[in-house]
């Protein structure tokens, strides 16, 4: 049976990120890094190019002047939130493909669904920028679409029994694949440069006894991923897993703003339609 290492060295041979996210990905962990070092990068590849300038123009940025311009784009963004953009446009096509048992697509909203909850609860509930926890949140999952693309049998074969309740999907995966999508994103993330907080977040969001911040990167994604899971945004329709006691009773105690999060999450996903429609282009 194969290990995750196996499952990530066959992906790579078929799909890779593109050096530009790579690149943008370690340019934003470096302290050294200059707005122009991004502008050089980005501007090598003209699609990146063409959807930088119109997610910045989008209404998810809510802009009043329209801007035109690489450099003027790279400015207003960030370097997190840059990084952020270019790692959706990176993903965005990996995740197509349907069927009964395991959609892609589906996998692909749930994951912006994560992001953009997890950006809502670090900046309204922790007054963070959220830019780690989006990145967390959009690339989570990411080592499902790797064990679809190379095991595909192997994973239907978990999600029908996680379907049937016979075990969280980490157990039935582990059963069926010899490892599971946390371990094996983990390492591709890895292999991408990701910042550490990001990597161990991935790692660990479904598990419930590691002991973390309530603000942590990895504490964040959980409680994303299980309200997104209560409103019906998941890719494999199954048992919900709760929530680790510690989160639970932290969402206890702040129910209103978890309630006023919820209220509004319509609206932040219709702002940020442009980021996650796989057919924007």
């Not at 990996?94 to 697509?105: I, L, N, P």
């Not at 048992?239 to 680790?244: F, H, K, S």
Request: proline share 4%; aromatic share 6%; charged share 25%.
């Amino acid at each position: 049976m194969p290990d995750a290492n196996d499952l990530i060295k066959k992906f790579s041979e078929l799909k890779t990120l593109p050096h530009v996210a790579i690149k943008v990905a370690q340019l934003s962990s470096d302290d050294n890094s200059t707005m122009q070092d991004f502008e050089e990068i980005i501007k090598l590849d003209p699609v990146l190019v063409t959807r930088l300038l119109r997610l910045v123009n989008s209404p998810y940025f809510g802009l009043v002047q329209k801007i035109e311009s690489i450099s003027k784009a790279v400015v207003f963004t960030g370097m997190k939130q840059l990084r952020n953009l270019v790692a959706v446009e990176a993903l965005r096509n990996m995740f197509k493909g349907d069927d009964e048992e395991f959609s892609a697509r589906k996998l692909w909203l749930h994951s912006a669904t994560v992001a953009i909850l997890a950006e809502m609860i670090a900046k309204r509930i922790f007054g963070q920028d959220g830019e780690d926890v989006f990145l967390a949140g959009i690339i989570h999952d990411i080592g499902l679409i790797v064990e679809n693309q190379v095991a595909g049998e192997e994973l239907r074969a978990a999600c029908k029994a996680f379907r049937a309740g016979e075990g969280n999907l980490i157990d039935c995966e582990r059963a069926m694949l010899g490892t599971d999508h946390a371990e094996v994103g983990y390492l591709l993330a890895k292999d991408w440069g990701l910042p550490p907080e990001v990597l161990s977040s991935i790692r660990s969001h479904h598990l419930s006894g590691q002991k973390k911040s309530l603000s942590s990167v990895g504490s964040i994604l959980q409680l994303a991923e299980f309200m997104a899971a209560k409103m019906k945004y998941w890719p494999i329709p199954g048992p919900l897993e709760p929530l680790p006691a510690d989160l639970a009773r932290h969402v206890k105690n702040m129910m209103a703003n978890y309630k006023i999060i919820i209220r509004d999450l319509p609206g932040e996903m219709a702002k940020a339609k442009e980021l996650y429609e796989a057919d924007a282009d």
